[in-house]
């Protein structure tokens, strides 16, 4: 038997964990990556923020919901 009958299901499975998605916001699998983590990376100067607030509530006092309201910002400019 060949493997080329299950090549179908493989697409379908590779399209399901890795295009699908990518595909509803139209960006490639590329394009969403840099998204995603750009998004992550200011997501974690966010978390150091308000822990910088947490501990010395003089410092930071509106970074960490400035950079939130930025990026829902972004999130709702994108669909």
């Known amino acids: 038997m060949s493997d080329s009958t299950n090549a179908p299901a ?6 399901a964990v890795f295009l699908d998605h990518p595909a509803t916001v139209n960006e490639t699998y590329f394009g969403h990556m840099r998204f995603a ?3 992550a990376f200011w997501l974690g ?6 822990l910088i607030h ?4 003089a410092l930071c006092e509106t970074t960490a919901s400035r950079i939130l309201k930025r990026l ?3 999130i709702e400019n994108r669909h």
Do not use: E, K, Q, T
Not at 45 to 50: E, I, N, S
Not at 54 to 57: D, S
């Open 72 to 74: 829902h910002a972004r």
């Open 37 to 39: 983590l750009g998004f």
């Open 45 to 50: 100067v966010a978390a150091v923020a308000a």
């Open 54 to 57: 947490a501990l010395i509530p």
């Open 10 to 15: 493989r697409r379908s499975a590779f399209a």
